[in-house]
């Protein structure tokens, strides 16, 4: 029998000895402060790899941009897209644990990979000082809308 409950009481902290939560799977259990850490680190790099994914998917457009009706690109694009949709139903699942740490680390991985991401896509654009085909990405678009940075387009 398992005996980890699931935390339904609002969010809250699962440190203390007698609590306990399942992560993801049945037999996934954190019950100790070590396991607890680890799922605080590793909660931050998947969500920090759901970013990554995402950027990916802009560089596999970049790459065919002067062919992007091909088959590959669009099979690239699907896998890659899949899996990031994967990791994001995973993430919408350890915040329905409602555990205030795991929240935290996946929000701030959340953030801190749309930054370096960002961060890098913006650069890559400034060095090679040409813009991207126009789509409707968030990372494509997000630095072209003020008026400050109408001088690099």
């Known amino acids: 029998m398992d005996t980890c409950r699931v935390m339904q009481n609002g969010f809250q902290f699962a440190t203390g000895e007698d609590r306990c939560i399942t992560f993801l799977f049945h037999g996934w259990n954190v019950d100790s402060h070590a396991k607890y850490a680890a799922s605080i680190i590793g909660v931050f790099c998947v969500s920090f790899l759901n970013a990554g994914l995402g950027y990916i998917r802009h560089l596999i457009n970049d790459h065919y941009e002067n062919n992007p ?72 678009n997000q630095f072209n809308n003020t008026p400050c940075c109408q001088a690099f387009t």
């Open 69 to 140: 009706y091909s088959l590959s690109h669009h099979i690239y694009l699907a896998v890659v897209y899949g899996v990031q949709m994967v990791l994001a139903y995973w993430l919408m699942l350890l915040v329905m644990t409602y555990e205030s740490g795991i929240f935290m680390s996946l929000i701030f991985g959340l953030i801190i990979g749309y930054f370096v991401f960002g961060y890098i896509r913006a650069r890559n654009l400034l060095i090679n000082k040409t813009l991207m085909p126009t789509s409707y990405s968030t990372y494509d």
